[in-house]
């Protein structure tokens, strides 16, 4: 009897897990697509611009792009969108099970790259923010500075807890470093749902300093790293009732991630290819 009460009381706690595995299986493949459409927008709008040699058509998307004779900054910022495709591409590809598993050598020198590539990308883009400028002002520069140096801490993390064999505190910062390397595909999608859900720019500001993009300049990768480690509670400690709710919870974000990644393809991304 003993037994079968066990058993009984066990079987919707492993339920409520399949759904929190579900859902968040659901948002990753949604994030997944997004950021291979995202990638893809990178290399053939400013790839396609550096191999024509029209780099003045960054400067259509960039404040403080492309500048005439600034030869330093302008090898950091293609340094910096050059390694922004391969990370994009690179990062979903460390958190595929099926791969890790059957192919893990591929694993561990991509996850090498990534790492490396993560510090690359995150100082290049602290040092073209602070002397090339961008949107949004000094609310901008700080939420990506402070993103910068959290990447590093986070990759800098997770490479020594892989080297330590602490194989699950490695994976969960991987998780945050994949989250925070997210932070400036995260701004685009977030900025394109807000824009749709309210019908129009509000809080953006005239000169792309309003009170969202203020917010949304730190909220970008706090949100969703906030998220991550609600998710991460729930996975290893959860209840079947705190499980479930994390799982709807992941499900809506699977939504709301899908509008962003529509309107940023629309509305951000096509336009500049055509």
Request: glycine share 14%; proline share 3%.
């Amino acid at each position: 009897m003993t037994v079968t009460l066990s058993t009984t009381r066990a079987a919707p706690g492993v339920k409520a897990g399949k759904v929190l595995g579900a859902s968040a299986t659901t948002w990753f493949v949604t994030a997944a697509i997004g950021q291979v459409l995202f990638a893809l927008y990178v290399a053939m709008f400013y790839g396609g611009a550096a191999l024509s040699g029209n780099f003045q058509k960054w400067n259509d998307v960039l404040v403080g792009g492309y500048v005439r004779g600034g030869t330093v900054g302008n090898l950091v910022l293609a340094i910096h969108l050059l390694l922004a495709f391969v990370i994009t591409v690179g990062g979903p590809l460390q958190l595929v099970p099926a791969l890790r598993a059957r192919f893990l050598p591929f694993h561990r020198w991509n996850g090498r790259v990534y790492m490396v590539t993560a510090f690359v990308v995150s100082l290049a883009g602290i040092y073209a923010v602070w002397t090339r400028g961008t949107a949004g002002g000094l609310a901008m520069r700080a939420g990506i500075s402070l993103n910068g140096l959290l990447i590093v801490i986070a990759a800098a993390t997770a490479w020594r807890m892989v080297l330590a064999r602490r194989i699950d505190a490695h994976r969960r910062w991987a998780l945050r470093a994949f989250i925070l390397v997210s932070g400036v595909w995260f701004f685009r999608v977030g900025l394109m749902f807000w824009i749709l859900a309210n019908q129009g720019p509000v809080g953006i500001g005239k000169d792309f300093d309003g009170p969202f993009v203020r917010f949304w300049a730190y909220g970008c990768y706090l949100v969703p790293l906030a998220v991550l480690e609600l998710y991460l509670r729930a996975h290893s400690g959860g209840g079947k009732n705190g499980r479930l709710v994390m799982a709807t919870g992941l499900f809506l974000l699977s939504a709301i991630t899908a509008i962003g990644i529509a309107g940023a393809a629309m509305g951000l991304w096509l336009p500049r290819l055509t």
